[in-house]
């Protein structure tokens, strides 16, 4: 095997399952954070009002990141949470500065590519959505 080669079958695979999963896992603190306080974030104002633009991403994150966690429906919610953090970059980062280390955007803008990955990768081998597609084979 080349460093130069993609791995052996069924690395690759496996490892984009375990990035989804980490990735959703971390995704979720970020809307338990918003809609119950915990992990504490210390911030004035959370928890917010369901209601509010910050309920709405917090919903999206906790639910959408339990989504992705379990590889259900991974393709349409990680395209939903792309967008959901190109807007959150664009409208609370990219005012502050132009550079994603000044504005601390970094994470915004990680989340926005790898889950535009996601949409195109699909969940991985170890995902609720491959055995559906393998129980769809059988049938």
């Known amino acids: 095997m080349s460093i130069f080669e993609p791995g052996p079958?069924?690395?690759p695979q496996r490892m984009l399952s375990v990035l989804r999963i980490v990735a959703g896992l971390v995704f979720v603190s970020f809307g338990t954070m918003k809609l119950f306080n915990y992990p504490p974030s210390g911030m004035p104002g959370f928890?917010?009002?369901l209601a509010s633009e910050l309920g709405v991403a917090g919903t999206?994150?906790?639910?959408?990141?339990l989504a992705i966690l379990l590889g259900f429906l991974t393709r349409p919610v990680a395209f939903v949470l792309s967008g959901e953090m190109a807007v959150a970059y664009f409208q609370s980062h990219f005012p502050k500065s132009v550079f994603p280390t000044i504005n601390q955007g970094v994470p915004a803008i990680l989340y926005c590519f790898l889950y535009l990955y996601l949409t195109c990768a699909g969940a991985g081998v170890w995902s609720v959505d491959a055995l559906i597609a393998q129980s769809q084979r059988r049938a």
């Not at 999206?60 to 990141?65: A, D, I, V």
């Open 60 to 65: 999206l994150e906790t639910f959408g990141g």
């Open 9 to 11: 079958s069924p690395w």
């Open 47 to 49: 928890p917010v009002r």
